[in-house]
């Protein structure tokens, strides 16, 4: 999942990825699993982009990186491609 994050300590929102499935997330920075809604709701998650096993590693080999695969326009994050 990639989307963007809400620092109340910076006053900010900036991009993340993160893993969701079965209504559960982990969020490998912080090497912790939360309830999808408890993740929404303490760090203003926004989904912005999703991707299977298959897409996400077709991302890689087409980027040559591990990610973002999603660019930045005017603080709103627009999938590439």
């Known amino acids: 999942m990639h989307g963007t994050l809400y620092s109340a300590e910076f006053d900010i929102c900036y991009g993340h ?6 209504g559960w997330v982990y969020d490998a920075v ?3 699993t939360f309830c999808a809604e ?8 926004e ?7 298959r897409e996400a590693a077709r991302a890689v080999l087409d980027s040559g990186r591990w990610g973002p695969w999603v660019t930045y326009d005017k603080n709103v994050m ?4």
Do not use: M
């Not at 408890?38 to 998650?45: K, L, S, V």
């Open 30 to 32: 912080q090497n912790e």
């Open 78 to 81: 627009v999938r590439a491609g």
């Open 17 to 22: 990825a993160w893993l969701k499935r079965d």
């Open 47 to 53: 989904e912005i982009g999703s991707f299977s096993y």
């Open 38 to 45: 408890e993740y929404a709701t303490r760090f203003g998650a």
